[in-house]
């Protein structure tokens, strides 16, 4: 089984500050997701990342994919409470179908 | 409106009593899968599938059984249901065979056995 390991777990931060959230794995991935969940709803998908060294930007939001395809990060630019949520990535294995998800960052941003 | 629908939303049940969870989108989807997410283990793929009559197994598949005699519904299965198997499941599906496609995940169920 591939593992995504995902740090911090948590964090609680200011409305205004930056935060990056880690995604690693000792594995190599076809592509790699971010996803965003709040509440009582399903994932939503931020970016999917294909190339290695890829990064992509989304607004506040940039995401890099490693060099290797093992590890990405997601970096959020001026924090506001309506980033809160939890933040899972999501890799796709050498057996196409099959995904792994990390266990995911649960953000507070505080106004 | 393009949607994945699950039903129940919510599902209390005792020990051993079988019980269906069904799934379907409206997308035309070829690629569906199911998942259930506990505290701290965030989302553990249960089975999945390609297409019509394939189905292969995720990281966790003992205790689930699932079909996929139509392209838009999908059902999970659970025999004979456990405590262990309380937890809050997703159901998704994506447009492309090859997963780099975005998956729409349904709205869960979260499921308690007693």
């Known amino acids: 089984t591939q593992l995504l390991e995902q740090s911090p777990q948590f964090l609680s ?5 930056n935060l990056t959230v880690y995604c690693n794995s000792s594995s190599v991935f076809s592509s790699l997701q971010w996803y965003r969940q709040e509440p009582g709803e399903g994932p939503v998908l931020l970016v999917t990342v294909v190339t290695g060294g890829e990064v992509k930007k989304l607004k506040r939001l940039t995401f890099q994919f490693g060099d290797a395809r093992k590890d990405s990060s997601l970096h959020i630019t001026a924090a506001q409470p309506g980033d809160t949520g939890l933040y899972l990535c999501a890799g796709e294995s050498t057996n196409a179908g099959k995904s792994t998800f990390g266990d995911g960052t649960t953000l507070t941003v505080k106004p | 409106e393009a949607q994945v ?3 129940p939303r919510y599902l209390i049940t005792v020990t051993g009593k079988k019980l269906t969870v069904t799934c379907s989108q409206n997308m035309n989807h070829e690629y569906m899968s199911w998942y259930r997410q506990d505290p701290g283990l965030g989302l553990r793929q249960i089975y999945y599938s390609m297409n019509v ?14 079909s996929r005699k139509e392209k838009r519904n999908f059902p999970l299965i659970l025999e004979s249901p456990s405590p262990n198997q309380t937890s809050l499941y997703f159901c998704a599906s994506s447009l492309s065979n090859y997963w780099g496609g975005e998956q729409f995940f349904g709205p869960g169920t979260r499921l308690t056995v007693l």
């Open chain 1, 13 to 17: 931060i200011q409305e205004g500050e």
């Open chain 2, 5 to 7: 629908t699950q039903n």
């Open chain 2, 53 to 66: 009559e394939v189905t292969d197994k995720g990281d966790v598949p003992e205790g689930y059984k699932v």
